[in-house]
Nanobody
Framework: QVQLVESGGGLVQAGGSLRLSCAAA????????VSWHRQAPGKEHEVVAY???????NYADSVKGRFTVSRVNTKNTFSLQMNNLKPEDTAVYFC?????????WGQGTQVTVSS
């Protein structure tokens, strides 16, 4: 059983920064990939970033140059650093990990950017 716990969302002014974390716990043998997603009301689900283990991160055009994914290897914790936030970044953010043959989601964390 694998559980993902997200943290770090909140309210920030435009131009500010937030760092989201996604901590994985449980029977973790091999993490193949990590991705971050967001869902805003009235908008389509968007894959913000994804990275295969050992590979380079890929970003949506809307966040490229502002968001960065990273991993704290010793803790199976992943982060999404978000800089120069814009009101259009307001959404619920989810992390997703591919572990073995399983696909796991965090509970989501709200990010609100005020103008």
């Amino acid at each position: 059983q694998v559980q993902l716990v997200e943290s770090g969302g909140g309210l920030v002014q435009a131009g500010g920064s937030l760092r989201l974390s996604c901590a994985a716990a449980g029977s973790i043998f091999s993490i193949s990939a990590v991705s971050w997603h967001r869902q805003a009301p009235g908008k389509e689900h968007e894959v913000v970033a994804y990275q295969l283990t050992g590979g380079s991160a890929n970003y949506a055009d809307s966040v490229k140059g502002r968001f960065t994914v990273s991993r704290v290897n010793t803790k199976n914790t992943f982060s999404l650093q978000m800089n120069n936030l814009k009101p259009e970044d307001t959404a619920v953010y989810f992390c997703n990990l591919v572990i073995g043959h399983g696909d796991y989601w965090g509970q989501g964390t709200q990010v609100t950017v005020s103008s």
